[in-house]
Nanobody, 114 residues
Framework: VQLQASGGGLVQPGGSLRLSCAAS????????MGWFRQALGKQRELVAT???????NYADSVKGRFTISRDNAKNTMYLQMNNVKPEDTDVYYC?????????WGQGTLVTVSS
């Protein structure tokens, strides 16, 4: 499956942004989808995941501010980012785990700055 991330951009602190990850085929059978982020020179870190059953998991740093969701009818996963902070500035990658196969989308840059 190919994943296409979009929605990144420049946002002011306290603002909101919604990232999308469109899959090239049905995501119904994809066990886990998620968002990771990575700053230059740092390791990629987990932001949030969502299972095929709708269970979610979040990094402590984004709990209460970010919401992950998936729309199986549109083959798309989302990350709603609210009350963003400068430390949320990163390249965000979407990820899918289906059986033993792992898929990554290209990154989308989120910059939080006034």
């Amino acid at each position: 499956v190919q994943l296409q991330a979009s929605g990144g951009g420049l946002v002011q602190p306290g603002g909101s942004l919604r990232l999308s990850c469109a899959a090239s085929r049905s995501i119904v059978s994809i066990n886990v989808m998620g968002w990771f982020r990575q700053a230059l020179g740092k390791q990629r870190e987990l932001v949030a995941t969502i299972t095929s059953g709708g269970s979610t998991n979040y990094a402590d740093s984004v709990k209460g501010r970010f919401t992950i969701s998936r729309d199986n009818a549109k083959n798309t996963m989302y990350l709603q980012m609210n009350n963003v902070k400068p430390e949320d500035t990163d390249v965000y990658y979407c990820h899918a785990l289906s059986g033993r196969s792992v898929y990554w989308g290209q990154g989308t840059l989120v910059t939080v700055s006034s």
